[in-house]
């Protein structure tokens, strides 16, 4: 069946996981700074004090330089569907396409035409008119944020469309069903609410660093107890959502939450332990090291104390008679493709909703064509195919954990934050501003964790139960990935090092370089700069 | 008609629309990008030329972004075939593409002569490279691209990146599409500047243009010795799987075919030269406005005619001619299709309405003097 080199598979996936994580480092800054330069903004219209309007310039300077690599990595990924996942996208495009071109309609066009204004129209819009500019932009980004969450929500859970054997592909049927997808709602929230927590996270570490060199201290009291209570209460939401979602999860991609846990063998209510801390050997097909807390994991994933949940081991065994109807569906589909008899067909639409298990056997079968399997070896296949069905378990386990611990991290130190902040007890606290300071990249780390989590829980699939991830690339040589690779590696590694450079600059250079009257760039000098 | 077959030309209407947007408003930022070094010679000329674009040149890229979305939606196999069959032209049109919105935001955020002529360097080619592909794209498929599917759907490739890159014909097609752009830039540049930007904006403005009428016409001519391609058989109606269901064969010159069929198509092409000749003494006469709407003209007459010479196909294939994309065969579902063009009736008018607003908030000239003095701008 002509199965694209593996080498080109792993290189498309690398480069794919890469420029998604580093595009994924500006865009939760970006969710989260839009609103709260919205809130500066808003108690500045309100209350007319010159401080808001500093601090909405300030944070929006810092703003800028982040939302132009967010937008420019963010090409990228419209881009590789389309260049690198091409049968991905032809099988699954129909439906997919659509959340990525409303995103386009809906969103992004009016996020980015309003952003100029936003930095360019101080002068020419009336207050209330650029107070209203500033929260298009944030709306529009976060609205952006939803219509590829639904796109991804898709890829995990592909409600709102069928197979069609007439033309090879899923059939987008309903519009309702994608966009009230629940894992979407809920990824949704989830991931925008952490875009606010890494922005709490960003101010209120920088407006720590000024603390602690007392300089700017109004301003910077103000901006931190912002954060600090803008934080607490995001952190509450992304993790009472992460839950959501974990249930989600635990109905829709078994192998998913079972991975996520470590759970090899199905799980004994209620004494079943929470693991928090092992060594799962993908291998061997057991953990090491295991450490639990008892009686926490039935309630957790299932919200109840009797459910068990199928481990990993039974989920493989449950997958046996789905493998050998999908090698049904797929020899039918090909036979109906070449004679378009009508028993086929019938006999295709009897097996229709195995077929992917079908084709993720294909790596195992003779000749990598499950359509030519002899009686004999169907039962041997079957069983190389099994232990496929689960996505890297290490992998899924730990950034799950990095993520949650960060998470509770989040949670106490925006707490703490915010009574210090209160009680305007900040400035004598000084390894606790220090802490805040270098606490800035950790939210961004933590939703990368959370990428992977969802990302790698949901192999071997790109269509969850649909489309094998080994067959979704692009036929391409593996010269071709190692030019575009090399390519982005050399790119984005400088825009990261401008990217630093130019934050901690203009971190550094504060608020007061930022009025109007301290303009350092003098014409003079500016002309002999010139050539 | 069937209700199917109206949808899916609704949508090659519509993707004819962004190709005009994108080439019309990104073409004209890059046009701005690509003359950068030539119309500013000091560091605060080329701050003003930037700021002239800078309130608006991350909403028109969008109609770029917006173009690979509504492929993606309407036309899923040819965006998934074509992307990839381009792949190393792609991806230098990407590269090329990520470095501007960068370029934008941190060229003037640091006072260093050779950190800022570094970022000017960059505005040259990614105003010039993504141009450049965008018309030698064209100028590939209007030759054919070597690829085929198999059963299940996934495409092959069975030619080199190399010969898309360098072939005369797309390097024609890449220079008339950079001309364009070059032109509507420095229009745009005359619409908001004063001299001594001005005047030099309109010297390549004017030049470009006639490049442009040139290239068009020469074009014109070379497509007729090219081999084109012919639907014989395939059902408009049909479903969107190029593995079966058509036939196609290869004449050289086809691609003139419609023009004799239907006469009236000559007013595309006769549009074009039409309106690059009127921007062009426009520009002389100093009325850059009304120049900026024949830019407009000469992408209609552009795209309109490789449009017609090539209706129904999208990107017809050398190896398996029969295998060719085309409206009806690569189209998404009839209900994907409705649903976008739902959301497209709503939101397209609303964009074009926000975005004439900002332009109008933003109008006026843009004066060096006050660049140098504004810390916010780029």
């Known amino acids: 069946m002509d199965l694209i080199n593996p080498a080109v598979v792993d290189l498309s996936r690398f480069q794919f996981a890469l420029t998604a994580l580093y595009h994924f480092m500006f865009v939760p800054l970006t969710l989260g700074l839009t609103f709260m330069l919205a809130a ?68 992004f066009f009016m996020e980015s035409t309003f952003v100029g204004l936003m930095f360019f129209g101080w002068d020419r819009l009336s207050k209330p008119g650029h107070l209203a500019i500033t929260y298009l932009v944030a709306l529009g980004s976060n609205l952006s944020a939803l219509w590829i969450l639904v796109a991804n929500a898709s890829m995990n859970m592909p409600n709102g469309a069928h197979f069609d054997p007439e033309t090879l592909r899923m059939t987008f049927d309903s519009f309702v069903g994608v966009v009230f997808n629940p ?3 809920a990824k949704f929230v989830h991931t925008s609410v952490a875009g606010y927590v890494a922005a709490s996270m960003f101010v209120m570490g920088i407006s720590a660093f000024y603390l602690l060199r007392k300089q700017h201290r109004e301003f910077a009291a103000r901006s931190f107890r912002m954060a600090a209570l803008f934080g607490i209460f995001s952190t509450v939401a992304v993790i009472t959502l992460g839950d959501v979602l974990g249930r989600l999860d635990y109905e829709h991609q078994p192998t998913k939450i079972a991975a996520i846990e470590g759970l090899w063998h199905t799980s004994k209510p209620p004494y079943e332990p929470w693991i928090v801390a092992a060594l799962p050997n993908d291998a061997k ?66 097996h229709q909703d195995d077929m992917g298990f079908g084709l993720l056997a294909t790596r195992h079968a003779p000749n990598q064509d499950v359509t030519a399997i002899e009686p004999e070896q169907l039962q041997n296949v079957i069983e190389q195919t099994k232990p496929d069905i689960l996505p890297n378990v290490f992998v899924t386990f730990w950034s799950f954990r990095l993520m949650v611990f960060l998470g509770m991290f989040f949670f106490v130190l925006f707490a703490m934050a915010s009574y210090l902040s209160l009680k305007n007890q900040l400035e004598r606290n000084r390894l606790f501003l220090k802490l805040c300071m270098w606490s800035i990249p950790l939210p961004v780390l933590a939703t990368e964790f959370g990428w992977i989590t969802a990302e790698a829980g949901r192999q071997p699939w790109t269509v969850f139960d649909r489309l094998p991830t080994f067959m979704s ?29 130019l934050m901690f600059k203009f971190a550094r250079l504060g608020p007061e370089a930022h009025a109007p009257h301290d303009d350092h760039a003098d014409p003079a000098h500016l002309s002999v700069v010139a050539h | ?231 014989e058989q395939g059902d408009p109606a049909m479903p969107a799987n190029p593995m079966q269901g058509q036939h196609v064969s290869m004449q050289v010159g086809a691609w003139l075919n419609n023009y004799a069929a239907h006469p009236a198509l000559w007013l595309l092409p006769v549009m074009g030269v039409v309106s690059m000749l009127a921007g062009v003494a426009l520009v002389l006469a ?14 209609v007459g552009t795209i309109g ?74």
């Not at chain 2, 040259?124 to 064209?138: D, E, K, Q």
């Open chain 2, 1 to 231: 008609m069937d209700i199917y077959v109206v949808l899916k030309l609704v949508w090659a209407g519509l993707l004819c629309v962004l190709l005009i947007g994108l080439g019309l408003m990104v073409g004209m930022d890059m046009g701005v990008g690509t003359l950068l070094r030539f119309v500013g010679r000091t560091d605060g000329e080329r701050r003003t030329a930037l700021n002239i674009i800078g309130p608006h040149w991350d909403g028109n890229q969008v109609w770029f972004i917006l173009g690979g979305g509504a492929i993606f939606a309407a036309f899923p196999t040819l965006y998934a075939t074509s992307f990839s069959v381009f792949y190393v032209v792609m991806i230098l049109l990407l590269f090329s593409m990520i470095l501007r919105p960068v370029a934008f935001e941190y060229r003037s955020k640091v006072d260093a002569r050779l950190w800022r002529a570094s970022w000017d360097w960059v505005f040259l080619l990614s105003g010039f490279l993504p141009m450049f592909v965008y018309g030698a794209a064209f100028g590939n498929i209007l030759q054919g691209v070597g690829y085929h599917f198999n059963w299940t759907g996934q495409y092959f490739q069975d030619g080199s990146f190399l010969a898309y890159l360098l072939n005369p014909f797309a390097i024609l097609c890449g220079l008339m599409a950079v001309s364009l752009s070059v032109m509507q830039g420095g229009v745009m540049l005359m619409i908001r500047s004063d001299n001594p930007i001005h005047d030099r904006a309109r010297r390549y403005a004017s030049r470009a243009g006639v490049l442009a009428v040139v290239l068009f016409l020469a074009g014109g001519v070379w497509v007729r010795g090219i081999r084109g391609f012919v639907l």
């Open chain 1, 285 to 350: 097909q057991e953990s090491s090291y295991e450490i639990g807390v008892p009686f926490v994991l039935t309630p957790l994933i299932t919200h109840s104390f009797d459910t068990p949940i199928t481990g990993m081991i039974e989920l493989e065994e449950a997958a046996a008679p789905r493998i050998a109807s999908g090698i049904t569906a797929v020899s039918a589909l090909r036979r109906y493709e070449e004679n378009h008899q009508a028993a086929d067909l019938e006999l295709f639409r009897a």
């Open chain 1, 40 to 107: 500066m903004e808003t108690v500045y219209v309100v209350t007319g004090k010159q401080i808001y309007k500093d601090m909405a310039l300030f944070w929006g300077k810092l703003f800028g330089i982040n939302f132009a690599l967010g937008v420019a990595t963010g090409l990228t990924m419209e881009f590789e569907f389309g260049t690198n996942w091409s049968m991905y996208s032809r099988f699954f495009g129909d439906m997919f396409g659509t959340p990525l071109a409303i995103e386009g309609l809906m969103a």
């Open chain 1, 183 to 185: 894992d979407a709602q």
């Open chain 1, 473 to 501: 690339a692009s036929t391409h040589g593996v010269s071709y990935m190692l030019f575009s690779l090399a390519g982005f590696t050399v790119l984005y590694s400088i825009f990261i090092a401008v990217e630093l450079y």
């Open chain 2, 286 to 299: 100093n009325r850059p406005r009304v120049a900026w709407w024949t830019g407009l003209g000469a992408w």
């Open chain 2, 305 to 378: 005619t490789v449009a017609a010479s090539m209706f129904p196909f999208f990107m017809p294939s050398t190896t398996r001619p029969d295998q060719s994309l085309t409206i009806w065969n690569s189209s998404a579902s009839q209900y994907g299709l409705t649903c976008m063009l739902a959301v497209a009736t709503i939101f397209v008018p609303l964009i074009l309405c926000y975005t004439s607003w900002c332009y109008y908030v933003m109008r006026g000239k843009v004066h060096t003097a006050d660049i140098i003095k504004d810390t916010h701008s780029y």
